[in-house]
Structure formats: structure tokens, C-alpha cells
């Protein structure tokens, strides 16, 4: 597995070797060994899969400590561009994005530590997305950011028409005004 520091501390890119032939290929998505190696030495608890259709953006999504969670994340099926956002208040990168486009193809994943906000946008008709959690989902400590905001300028890398939003993600405060304890 080839690990790829990003511009912000603790934010990895994970390619895995893949085997293919005219068979088909395989590959290795989780290996604690090789995720400790790389500074990765999270117990994770908890997968979650969704299915989105093109333009949806979800996000920005965290929890507050003590119930953060640290992802690893992965595209099974399409393609998305998967953005995570520095919260923690003494980071030289506090408030900075970082963005890497995950698919089906190149299998790629990305390591969010906790004390980042997290979302991503779908650029292929479908794409199903899965991610690893180091904490149980906790509904109190939810918190989001708004996926507009115009301070962090987030190139989500689709078009404002075309972008599905819930609700719930519309109601998100701007970073400013965002609760976070990092």
C-alpha cells in the first residue's frame, strides 16, 4: 500500500496495490498492520456505505468530542471528489481544505483523522461510498458546516444547478458560526 501525506497533518491518501488479470482483480481495503505503519492506529468500530446519485453533495459533517470519529473512506462504485476541512484550533492548517477524487477505478482511499469536517460531492451517475469509523455515530454530538460557505471556497467540482442537498445539510451554519471543540 502506497501512503501520500496531503498538504494538511494527518490527512492521508491510502492506494492499494491491485492484482488484476483476465479474470477480474483483487485488492487488500483494510489491513490494520499496514494502516499502523502509517501512523494509523485507530481500532475501527463502525462501516457505513451510501448509494448518491450525481450532484448530491453530503456534508460537511462531524461529531464533537469526546464522540469524534476518525474515517477511512473509500469509493466502491463511481466516482467522487472527497473533501475534509481542519477544525482543530491550533493546527498551522486550521480552517484549510484539502480535496482527493475517489472512485470505483483508481481505489484510492483517504484517511480523516478526527477534528475535521467531511463531505464529498458525486461526479458519476451513481457512486456507492463506504467508510470506516473509529466511534459510534452519536446524534448529539452531530455537527455540519455549510457546504457553500464562502470562506472556505470549497470547488465541489460540480455545477450550483445541479447540486441535490438535504435539507438538513441547507441548515448548516457557516464555518464561523460553526460549534467545534478540536
Known amino acids: ?74 469509493v466502491i462504485e463511481g466516482n467522487v471528489f472527497d473533501v475534509a476541512v481542519d477544525l482543530r484550533k491550533d493546527s498551522p492548517t486550521f480552517g484549510q481544505w484539502y480535496g482527493v477524487e475517489l472512485s470505483g477505478e483508481n481505489k484510492k482511499q483517504f484517511y480523516v483523522p478526527r477534528g475535521f469536517a467531511h463531505g464529498f460531492s ?26 457553500n460557505d464562502p470562506e472556505l471556497q470549497i470547488d465541489w467540482r460540480i455545477d450550483k444547478q445541479e447540486a441535490l442537498i438535504s435539507e438538513k445539510d441547507q441548515a448548516n451554519p457557516l464555518f464561523r458560526d460553526a460549534e467545534y471543540n478540536f
Not at 501512523?39 to 469524534?68: C, M, T, W
Not at 458519476?124 to 455549510?146: L, M, N, W
Request: contains cysteine; aromatic residues 12%.
Open 122 to 147: 458525486v461526479l458519476s451517475e451513481t457512486a456507492v461510498f463506504a467508510y470506516k469509523c473509529d466511534g459510534y455515530y452519536h446524534p448529539q454530538s452531530e455537527r455540519g458546516i455549510s457546504y
Open 1 to 74: 500500500m502506497e501512503i501520500t501525506e496531503t498538504p494538511i497533518a494527518g490527512l492521508l491518501v491510502l492506494t492499494p496495490r491491485v492484482f488484476q488479470d483476465e479474470r477480474g482483480y483483487f485488492l487488500e481495503t483494510f489491513n490494520a498492520k499496514e494502516l499502523v505503519k502509517a501512523g494509523i492506529d485507530r481500532p475501527f468500530v463502525q462501516d457505513n456505505e451510501s448509494k448518491s446519485s450525481r450532484g448530491v453533495i453530503r456534508g460537511l459533517h462531524y461529531q464533537l468530542a469526546p464522540y469524534a470519529q476518525a474515517k477511512l473512506v473509500r
